[in-house]
């Protein structure tokens, strides 16, 4: 069985105008969350694998914070400029090439398209996930956390549309 870890990046800031989007930095705010979600990984089973993530300053700038507070430091991280707003289609395919001995992967990008994979890839609905998935329909705000299974896939390449289990679904306000 493989799970997913999908991070949106935390709460950048729009300080200066003149920076690029992909050169934004986080806020006060957006660091508070990502250390408190960190915190939070680190409870989750299984730990994550690798850890696959955009190339966008505001996504490197959350995991400098989140992996240390998650007790996952050791892990190389791939960076990957294809996740820079990627829509769904482009994220399957990068999630197929995920190295298959790997159980678990981190991933982390942007909205909107993080936001419509994770409901496109969460097929399988149960009374116990609907509360979350009710949740993750609704939005998917700056440093949330989908945890999305696949308990008929051996290898990240047999994933398609519906295979997943939205297993939880938590933003940054509900860990306060």
């Not at 935390?10 to 105008?17: F, I, L, Q, Y």
């Not at 996504?59 to 914070?65: F, P």
């Not at 051996?154 to 938590?170: A, C, H, P, S, T």
Request: proline fraction near 9%; glycine fraction near 8%; hydrophobic fraction near 45%.
């Amino acid at each position: 069985m493989k799970t997913l870890y999908l991070l949106r990046h935390a709460k950048s800031s729009w300080g200066d105008p003149g920076l690029p989007d992909h050169e934004r930095r986080l806020n006060a705010r957006g660091r508070s969350a990502a250390e408190a979600m960190g915190r939070h990984l680190a409870g989750r089973k299984p730990p994550a694998a690798a850890i696959l993530a955009s190339t966008a300053r505001r996504v490197a700038e959350t995991l400098e914070i989140l992996l240390p507070a998650a007790s996952l430091d050791s892990l190389p991280v791939t960076r990957d400029r294809g996740l820079y707003l990627a829509e769904p289609p482009a994220l399957l395919g990068r999630l197929r090439q995920a190295p298959a001995e790997a159980e678990s992967l981190l991933m982390v990008g942007h909205n909107p398209g993080l936001h419509d994979f994770a409901l496109r890839l969460a097929g399988e609905v149960t009374p116990e996930t609907w509360p979350a998935r009710e949740r993750l329909r609704e939005a998917y705000p700056t440093c949330a956390l989908a945890v999305i299974a696949f308990p008929l896939a051996d290898d990240w390449r047999d994933i398609g549309w519906g295979d997943g289990r939205l297993e939880d679904f938590v933003t940054p306000k509900s860990l306060v």
